[in-house]
């Protein structure tokens, strides 16, 4: 069965700083590894994803990799803002179940 | 606008009696989804969609039920609702297999149930 981890749970860093949030999975057999984030009380916004095929992918002031065989995905913030505090979540579409499995989160807050 | 929606936002019910969470995307999506959302659990899929009339059970499904008789709307029943369902609930959608960007997941804003 697929398990997601992300590490660290909770993560606090003062404005300006760069920083690297880490999944990691069980079952390198998946389609594609997605990054989201949360506010307080809202849905899931999606920030990047990558193809199983792929390395990684950029946006703006993030850079998602993923090393499939190995089992892991970074992402990465530069410049950290305030308005980027939130909850990071990333998740893996399972390859032939299309299941959607999703980690428990890194809870971000960038001190102004 | 592109959009998932959900009906009711906020529910209180009693043990029992049925209800029904709406869900219905205007992006022309073939796969859609429910999730629940729990403390120190994280986000479990309930079930998905893989097209119209196709269903199937994701990582925690007892309890609940689906349907898909249209390719934009995607129904939660809860039969008889017990208290270990309240939670917060997620739709989402997405376009699967039309180009790599079309597997992005849309979300719809939640429905947070309370069952008493």
């Known amino acids: 069965k697929q398990e997601v981890t992300q590490i660290p749970a909770a993560l606090s860093v003062p404005e300006g700083e760069n920083l690297v949030l880490n999944c990691s999975f069980t079952?390198?057999?998946?389609?594609?590894l997605q990054w989201f984030r949360q506010d307080p009380g809202k849905g899931l916004t999606s920030l990047l994803l990558?193809?199983?095929?792929?390395r990684e992918q950029t946006s703006g002031r993030l850079n998602a990799s993923l090393d499939k065989s190995s089992g892991r995905s970074t992402l990465y913030i530069a410049a950290s803002q305030p308005g980027d505090s939130a909850t990071y979540l990333c998740a893996v579409l399972q390859g032939g179940s299309e299941k959607l499995v999703f980690g428990k989160g890194t809870k971000l807050t960038v001190n102004p | 606008e592109a959009q998932v929606t959900q009906n009711p936002r906020y529910l209180i019910t009693v043990t029992g009696k049925k209800l029904t969470v709406t869900c219905s995307q205007n992006?022309?999506?073939?796969?859609m989804s429910w999730y629940r959302q729990d403390p120190g659990l994280g986000l479990r899929q309930i079930y998905y969609?893989?097209?119209?009339?196709?269903?199937d059970k994701g990582d925690v499904p007892e309890g609940y039920k689906v349907s898909r008789k249209e390719k934009r709307n995607f129904p939660l029943i809860l039969e008889s609702p017990s208290p270990n369902q309240t939670s917060l609930y997620f739709c989402?959608?997405?376009?699967?297999?039309?180009?790599?960007?079309?597997?992005?997941?849309?979300f719809g804003p939640g429905t947070r149930l309370t069952v008493l």
């Open positions: 079952d390198s057999a998946i389609y594609n």
């Open positions: 990558i193809q199983s095929s792929q």
């Open positions: 969609s893989m097209n119209v009339e196709v269903t």
């Open positions: 989402a959608s997405s376009a699967r297999f039309q180009g790599d960007e079309a597997d992005t997941q849309y």
């Open positions: 992006m022309n999506h073939e796969y």
